[in-house]
């Protein structure tokens, strides 16, 4: 069974740095690409950024390209998401799910596992 389990969200100003991570078991972390999603009340769930299996590769969300970066160490089974400029229309519940393959991908059907997802609000 694999899991995924977020941390690191909270409460930010608007303008603020917020870095989560994710840590995965139950599978070999390694060979898959990792992304991250968000989804705020109301709304569907949105492709933010997304990592290959070895950390060669990135995606972004036009959004967010600039002041977000994702990156992966496989040593430590962990994904991390760092935030930077932060905007309170990006309070949102952030969740990190593992890829059925090594490349990245946009689209929510492509990824197998999902994490419970971590809270971040931006206050104006």
């Known amino acids: 069974q694999v899991q995924l389990v977020e941390s690191g969200g909270g409460l930010v100003q608007a303008g603020g740095s917020l870095r989560i991570s994710c840590v995965a078991s139950g599978h070999t972390f390694s060979t898959y690409a990792m992304g991250w999603f968000r989804q705020a009340p109301g709304k569907e769930r949105e492709f933010v950024a997304a990592i290959s299996w070895r950390g060669g590769g990135t995606d972004y969300a036009d959004s967010v390209k600039g002041r977000f970066t994702i990156s992966r160490d496989n040593a430590k089974n962990t994904v991390y998401l760092q935030m930077g400029s932060l905007k309170p229309e990006e309070t949102a519940v952030y969740y990190c799910?593992?890829?059925?393959?090594?490349?990245?991908?946009?689209?929510?059907?492509?990824?197998?596992?999902w994490g419970q997802g971590t809270q971040v609000t931006v206050s104006s």
């Open positions: 799910a593992a890829d059925r393959t090594p490349v990245t991908h946009r689209d929510l059907d492509a990824y197998a596992y």
